[in-house]
């Protein structure tokens, strides 16, 4: 299906790996012009080669801190005009909710709630002016089911979410959606380092920990990031105008609720 971005220019937060990597392929395989960014200058080159090579895009890498203002300053230049926005950051590791000291809180809430609020306060004016715009939030299956030790990344997200709700309501008009990814348990860096530290905290082995966190799954499987990627890209597409403030899980059925 054509999604309608096709010279597109998309910014996509922390995609040198993982899930950012996977929105990041396709919103350049859909034609989009696609900007990427991790903090690992010579992975960052490499990962942008392999998916022009793979896609036919225009990828330019662009080595940067997004939790930095000089970072973020260094992503919108780069870019120009910002039809599509993913916002993408890595969360904080797991820790035991008293051992977060202020600093340690402060440091979460500007990574996964101050760092995409005022990327889409950036972008969202031009977006209107040109009406079309796309946010996608990447936060996490824990902001509708939290998960111990991971207080802060919930709490965070769960604000981001919360602000820019409001936002994506008095945007709607322009043809500017927002809208959230909640991504469970895939096959990342991320999951693995949780895994680890969990058989660190059990006794049990890796291979017994990760068959424990599939069986809990009624995919009984981790997601792939281009499964991710797949759903970043149509909500990203032309076609999911009438799709905004929206929170989508996709965590293979582990989710117990109905909304």
């Not at 895994?195 to 792939?224: H, M, N, V, W, Y």
């Not at 076609?239 to 989710?255: E, H, R, S």
């Amino acid at each position: 299906m054509d999604l309608g971005i096709d010279g597109k220019t998309a910014l996509v937060c922390a995609s040198s790996q993982g899930l950012g990597r996977g929105c990041a392929t396709a919103l350049a395989a859909a034609g989009a012009r696609v900007i990427i960014n991790g903090r690992d200058a010579e992975r960052l080159e490499r990962v942008a080669r392999e998916i022009a090579e793979a896609t036919g895009a225009t990828v330019v890498p662009v080595a940067a801190d997004v939790g930095t203002q000089d970072g973020r300053q260094a992503l919108l230049a780069a870019a120009g005009a910002v039809d599509i926005l993913v916002n993408n950051n890595g969360g904080p590791p797991a820790a035991d909710f008293l051992t977060l000291d202020h600093d340690k809180l402060l440091a979460g809430v500007e990574a996964n709630m101050l760092t995409p609020i005022l990327l889409a306060q950036a972008v969202i004016p031009g977006m209107i002016e040109r009406r079309f715009g796309r946010i996608v939030n990447i936060t996490s299956g824990s902001v509708k089911m939290p998960l111990q030790g991971l207080d802060l990344s919930s709490g965070a997200r769960l604000g981001l979410t919360g602000f820019l709700a409001g936002v994506a309501r008095q945007v709607a008009y322009a043809n500017v959606t927002i809208n959230g990814l909640l991504p469970g348990a895939f096959d990342t860096a991320r999951i693995h380092a949780l895994i680890a530290k969990r058989a660190a905290e059990t006794g049990l082995s890796i291979e017994e920990t990760a068959a424990q966190r599939r069986d809990g799954i009624p995919a009984k499987r981790f997601g792939q990031p281009d499964e991710f990627g797949a759903a970043c890209a149509f909500l990203c597409s032309a076609q999911a105008g009438y799709i905004t403030g929206q929170n989508i899980l996709i965590d293979g059925g582990a989710f117990p609720g109905v909304l």
